[in-house]
């Protein structure tokens, strides 16, 4: 069992991979942090090997970050991501406000 970081990225304004398990890895802490002066929303999904973001793997949807604010994302805590499975995020509507990090291990 080895501590990483799995992410540490700017939300995308369309659903991209921001880490791709390699082999079993469970997140243990995630963070949004919005440091620009406008409100935003962030989407997240946890996509198994071969599928896509949608309803069916969303974990976080249009969830509000406040301008300055930072969120924990503990839904996400404890989950495990399947090698060739992916963590994907979208921001609502800036690229470059939303930083998320994510840290986690490999089992």
Same mark, same amino acid.
Not at 6 to 13: D, G, S
Not at 35 to 57: E, H, I, M, Q, R
């Given at each position: 069992?080895?501590?990483?970081?799995? $992410?540490?990225?700017?939300?995308?304004?369309?659903? #991209? /991979?921001?880490?791709? /398990?390699? =082999?079993?890895?469970?997140?243990?802490?995630?963070?949004? $942090? !919005?440091?620009?002066?406008?409100?935003?929303?962030?989407? @997240?999904?946890? @996509?198994?090997?071969?599928?896509?973001?949608?309803? /069916?793997?969303? @974990?976080?949807?249009?969830?509000?970050?406040?301008?300055?604010?930072? @969120?924990?994302? #503990? !839904?996400?805590? !404890?989950?495990? =991501?399947?090698?060739?499975?992916?963590?994907?995020?979208?921001?609502?509507?800036?690229?470059?406000?939303?930083?998320?990090? =994510? #840290?986690?291990?490999?089992?």
């Amino acid at each position: 069992m080895s501590k990483i970081q799995l $992410c540490q990225t700017q939300a995308p304004l369309s659903s #991209s /991979a921001a880490f791709t /398990a390699d =082999i079993l890895t469970v997140i243990d802490a995630a963070t949004v $942090c !919005n440091p620009t002066g406008t409100a935003d929303t962030l989407s @997240v999904w946890l @996509v198994p090997s071969g599928g896509s973001a949608g309803a /069916a793997t969303a @974990v976080y949807f249009g969830l509000a970050v406040a301008a300055g604010g930072s @969120v924990s994302l #503990s !839904n996400l805590v !404890n989950h495990a =991501i399947q090698a060739g499975g992916s963590l994907h995020l979208e921001a609502g509507t800036s690229a470059s406000a939303l930083t998320v990090t =994510i #840290s986690g291990r490999t089992v």
